[in-house]
C-alpha cells in the first residue's frame, strides 16, 4: 500500500523549532519530488515547500511566509522527508501534510499524508 | 507568485444535483491546474490534475474544464459522500498556490 505517515508534530511555543518527519512506504521514494503542505485551523490549504530528488539534485522551494525559517531535506535510503522548522510563530499553526507529487510538470500531490498538528503557543 | 481566485465559497445543493465550482488565475496557466477534494478531518485527495485528466478511480461525474486563466469543476449527479471541500491549486510556477476552497452542503 502506497503511504505517508508524519510524525513530529506537537505544541512549541514562540521562536522555536520543531522537526517533522514523513515515512514513506509502498512506491519508489527516491524517485519523486515531495512536498509539505499546511492547513491553519478552519482555513485553507497553503503550500510550504517541495525537496527535488537526486537527479535535480535535492534542490528546495519554500514559500515567502516560511522562506528563511524552515528547511525541507530527504534521507533517500531511510525512505523518509523531513521538515525542520525555526524561529516558530503562532502563525504556523496548522496541520502540516507531506505529499508526494505526481505527473510531472502537472506538479499535483497524488498522495496525502494523515497530516501532523503543530500549534505555535506560549 | 500567482492568484488563485475560487468562487463560490459555499456552496448549498441536493442530491442529484450538478454544480459548478471556478477558478480564475492572475496570469495565463495553460492547462497547469488541479483539483482536490477534502472530507472533514481527512487528508485531501487528488480528482483532476492537468485541468481535466480523472485521477484513476474518481467517479466520472467529476469533470475538470478549462485552460489560460479560467477553469471550472463540474459534479454531476451529487451523491451524498461528494459533500465535502473542494480546492483547485496551480502548478504552473515553482511556488504553487491554491484556491481558497469550495465548502458543498447539502
Known amino acids: 500500500e502506497v503511504q505517508l505517515v508524519e510524525s513530529g508534530g506537537g505544541l512549541v511555543q514562540p521562536g522555536g523549532s520543531l522537526r517533522l518527519s514523513c515515512a514513506a512506504s509502498g512506491f519508489t521514494f527516491s524517485d519523486h519530488y515531495m512536498d509539505w503542505v499546511r492547513q491553519a485551523p478552519g482555513e485553507g490549504l497553503e503550500w510550504v515547500g517541495r525537496v527535488r530528488h537526486k537527479a535535480k539534485r535535492y534542490t528546495t522551494e519554500y514559500a515567502a511566509s516560511v522562506k528563511g525559517r524552515i528547511t525541507i531535506s530527504r534521507d533517500d535510503s531511510k525512505n523518509s522527508l523531513f521538515l525542520q522548522m525555526n524561529s516558530l510563530k503562532i502563525e504556523d499553526t496548522a496541520v502540516y501534510y507531506c505529499?508526494?507529487?505526481?505527473?510531472?510538470?502537472?506538479?499535483?500531490?497524488?498522495?496525502w499524508g494523515q497530516g501532523t498538528m503543530v500549534t505555535v503557543s506560549s | 507568485d500567482i492568484q488563485v481566485t475560487q468562487s463560490p465559497s459555499s456552496l448549498s445543493a441536493s442530491v442529484g444535483d450538478r454544480v459548478t465550482i471556478t477558478c480564475r488565475t492572475s496570469q495565463s496557466i495553460s492547462t497547469y491546474l488541479n483539483w482536490y477534494q477534502q472530507r472533514p478531518g481527512k487528508a485531501p485527495k487528488l480528482l483532476i490534475s492537468?485541468?481535466?485528466n480523472l485521477q484513476s478511480g474518481v467517479p466520472s461525474r467529476f469533470t475538470g474544464s478549462g485552460s489560460g486563466t479560467d477553469f471550472t469543476l463540474t459534479i454531476s449527479g451529487l451523491q451524498p459522500e461528494d459533500f465535502s471541500s473542494y480546492y483547485c491549486q496551480q502548478s504552473y510556477t515553482a511556488v504553487f498556490t491554491f484556491g481558497q476552497g469550495t465548502k458543498l452542503e447539502i
Open positions: 492537468g485541468a481535466s
Open positions: 505529499t508526494r507529487v505526481f505527473g510531472g510538470a502537472q506538479n499535483a500531490f497524488d498522495i
